[in-house]
């Protein structure tokens, strides 16, 4: 059988960016002062603004279209040409700023436009699981039907912990082939009643319908075992924690609030019991054996 395609991280963006767009910027000031006035270098500027305000928002975008305005000012310095008025001198600082805010502006706006779409899309293209929009959808018409015909809904949220330090300490194809498989594993234990949704990179969730407080406890508790038992064969010193709620009768929560009280229990219990081992499963040939006895059975 075809082995799976391993899911795509987030991208990181470049490191120290004030760093990087403050060098870009003094280079570009230290050109316009060499090239005189006859040359006009401001579009030189647009690239340390533009990537700045894509990957770090708009305060940084700004922040870097004022540093642009007072560098083409030193220039201008540089070469004499600050023999206008005070008036004339501020006018100038000022709508140079602006003008090279207003592509930091669109270019954050763009952005955040694209961010809103991708969170109001229903299903993640990398696992074929719902998003956490097309989650809370489902989960309101689940409490609208317990609610007329009877029942009770829970749900279960799954965190993936040392992720990011896996992927920091060897690299990210191996972070993200372990993250591929760990989507494998929960889908092999999730029932086909179940909804499956990705609440972000390493958070997921499992809707059981028809489902009580009891049942999801024991759920929780077999995924977190069979999860972290397949976490171990990996030998990767990795984690999940796993938490779960049970939606009141009486429609006293509605999804988004099931859903928060559920993470809140995943951190909960992420922080007072971090690792989760099968009895006996202390090296990875131990664990491989007590995983695959414990998937035979």
Aim: proline share 4%; charged share 20%; net charge positive.
């Amino acid at each position: 059988m075809r082995s799976p395609e391993p899911l795509a991280l987030v991208p990181e963006p470049p490191r120290y960016p004030l760093a990087i767009a403050a060098c870009w910027i003094a280079g570009c000031g230290v050109i316009a002062g060499a090239a005189g006035s006859g040359v006009r270098t401001e579009l030189l500027y647009l690239p340390a603004i533009l990537a700045l305000a894509w990957y770090y928002g708009l305060r940084y975008g700004l922040a870097a279209a004022v540093g642009s305005a007072l560098s083409t000012f030193a220039a201008e310095a540089m070469m004499g040409g600050l023999d206008a008025g005070p008036a004339i001198l501020a006018w100038n600082l000022v709508s140079r700023g602006l003008l090279l805010a207003l592509p930091a502006w669109l270019v954050w706006l763009v952005r955040s436009q694209r961010r809103s779409l991708a969170g109001l899309s229903t299903t993640d293209a990398a696992t074929g699981f719902a998003t956490r929009h097309g989650l809370l959808g489902v989960v309101a018409e689940e409490l609208i039907r317990t609610e007329r015909l009877g029942g009770e809904t829970s749900i279960v949220c799954i965190g993936l912990t040392g992720l990011s330090r896996l992927a920091s300490e060897r690299g990210r194809e191996q972070a993200e082939a372990v993250l591929t498989g760990f989507v494998g594993a929960l889908r092999t234990c999730a029932r086909r009643t179940d909804q499956l949704a990705r609440l972000g990179e390493d958070e997921f969730a499992l809707l059981l319908r028809g489902t009580g407080s009891k049942a999801a406890m024991d759920t929780a508790d077999k995924l977190a075992q069979s999860l972290t038992g397949w976490l171990l064969t990996q030998g990767n010193d990795l984690s999940c924690a796993v938490g779960f709620t049970t939606a009141p009768r009486g429609r006293l929560l509605d999804a988004a609030a099931l859903l928060a009280r559920a993470q809140a229990h995943m951190y909960e219990r992420r922080s007072a019991r971090p690792v989760i081992r099968p009895a006996g499963a202390v090296t990875r040939a131990a664990a491989v054996k007590a995983y695959s006895a414990g998937s035979q059975g």
